[in-house]
């Protein structure tokens, strides 16, 4: 079958809300269970372009809808919505173009797909330029399809603007066109000696704007934790020997789906034994050994808000001793920095001190040996830890948003409201360095967090990661 439909959401200019999934808790049991409903309030997408559109100035922004990806032949890849249109708009469908001028008497102008019975009749409802109008809250609305009335609508935004808010580099034909159509504008204005505009990137504004979360956000990335945080649970409880690493892939799709997230955050990583020690290991067609640690990072997707939990845990149900030093030693790491996170650090100072806490355990585990502050110099955790030691979540599982304000030697500090990672690991390759018994294990643990104000609050706390704890789930296959 081909993709199903880009369906559009029922809203109301001041609060474009669609009809939302709901959660519903798979660790609960009985009647709790049965009951169990949490349905996310309404976000105001008028509200965030209202913020937009002050920050533009006099400036004009576009930002085309994400495009349909062909996988192979007629079939494309499921569709998902470009995270700025959404964040704007609340829109689902491709074909789409926003136009956001401030100077103009339309400053909401929206160019989408335009009804039609035929494709309709394959791939359901469109909402078509009305029912933009009437449904999103646009000043304007009008179909993207012949392009000439989004031309003209941009070269007139342009005849009065001094900027253009338009994103370089993620689609050659788009570039091209934009950059036409200023050369087009600029024509129509005559000897006038004016320079081509200034070309800005909307991710100055809205990078900021999605960084820093409201309630509505915090509440959709809460959802998302706890429907990720079902799902590796019930991996724990279910992963054996003998089994594959795509079969718990699987059931962790499943609980995803059963639980009201219509997609993943990111593909899933499911690594057995030594695959744990590739940062980014895909194939997940391994089979389970009973020695093996397994390494599942996956997260669900709720409402265009992403999860990001990573576990790791016992095959057997027991850790080995050698298991149980690493695990132990990348949990501490964990502790310290989430016990360390707060208004006013910064990523950079979390990282560091992720560092400087398993270095010490690397001595413990008699790994490294020597001054720590030496080492730290000389990057000698660098085989055994090589990543960072988070990053900001939202609409994207790397999120946007700057590490620093300035130059890169000066990292932003935290503040209420910004959600990010904490995720320390210990790796020891095969064939790298370190202790025999080390060889082939590796562990990472990933939890979801948001800055308060006095401190912060774990996201993802609904699966277990102390050793005790880890090891009466496995055994409760």
């Not at 913020?51 to 576009?62: R, S």
């Not at 409201?214 to 054996?240: C, F, N, P, S, Y």
């Not at 413990?364 to 900001?392: C, E």
Request: hydrophobic share 35%; with cysteine.
């Amino acid at each position: 079958m081909r993709n199903p439909p880009r369906s559009s959401q029922s809203s109301k200019s001041s609060a474009s809300t669609a009809a939302r999934p709901s959660y519903r808790s798979g660790h609960r049991s009985g009647s709790e269970r049965k009951a169990s409903r949490l349905i996310p309030s309404p976000i105001d997408f008028a509200a965030r372009r209202k913020a937009f559109l002050k920050g533009l100035g006099n400036g004009v922004a576009v930002i085309p809808s994400a495009r349909e990806a062909v996988r192979n032949s007629d079939v494309n890849y499921a569709y998902r919505q470009n995270s700025d249109f959404y964040y704007l708009t609340g829109f689902h469908e491709a074909d789409s173009i926003l136009l956001l001028a401030p100077q103009s008497e339309t400053p909401f102008q929206i160019f989408v797909h335009p009804k039609d019975k035929t494709r309709e009749m394959w791939e359901g409802k469109l909402l078509g330029p009305e029912g933009a109008k009437k449904l999103l809250g646009a000043d304007a609305a009008f179909p993207s399809i012949p392009a000439e009335p989004f031309e003209d609508a941009f070269i007139t935004a342009m005849l009065q603007a001094d900027s253009l808010y338009y994103r370089v580099g993620l689609d050659k034909d788009w570039d091209q066109k934009i950059f036409a159509l200023c050369n087009r504008a600029l024509r129509k204005l005559g000897r006038t000696g004016r320079p081509f505009w200034a070309l800005q990137d909307p991710q100055d504004i809205l990078g900021e704007m999605r960084l820093v979360k409201d309630r509505q956000e915090i509440e959709r990335l809460e959802i998302a934790g706890k429907i990720t945080a079902d799902a590796h649970v019930a991996a724990m409880k279910a992963a054996k020997p003998g089994m594959f690493e795509y079969e718990v892939e699987a059931l962790l799709f499943h609980s995803f789906r059963a639980n009201g997230a219509l997609r993943v955050g990111y593909e899933s990583i499911v690594a057995s034994g030594p695959n744990a020690c590739v940062l980014h290991y895909r194939d997940n067609n391994r089979r389970l050994e009973s020695t093996d640690l397994l390494l599942v990072d996956a997260g669900a997707e709720f409402d265009y808000y992403s999860a990001d939990i990573t576990r790791t845990f016992p095959v057997s149900g027991e850790f080995t001793p050698a298991q149980r030093e690493v695990y132990q030693a990348v949990l501490t790491a964990q502790k310290f920095c989430i016990d360390f996170a707060k208004p006013g650090r910064t990523m950079r100072a979390i990282h560091e001190h992720a560092i400087e806490v398993l270095v010490e355990e690397l001595k413990k585990l008699k790994v490294l040996s020597g001054s720590s502050k030496q080492l730290i110099q000389k990057r000698a955790f660098f085989p055994y830890y090589p990543h960072g030691t988070g990053h900001f979540l939202g609409m994207d599982v790397h999120d946007v948003g700057r590490y620093f304000t300035g130059w890169y030697d000066q990292p932003r500090k935290l503040e209420p409201g910004i959600c990010f990672t904490i995720e320390p690991g210990l790796y020891f390759a095969p064939d790298g360095p370190g202790p025999a018994k080390y060889k082939g294990i590796g562990v990472r643990i990933e939890d979801d967090i948001v800055i308060t104000n006095n401190g912060c609050r774990v996201l993802t706390a609904g699966v277990p990661k102390e050793v005790e704890e880890v090891e009466a789930l496995c055994q409760n296959n």
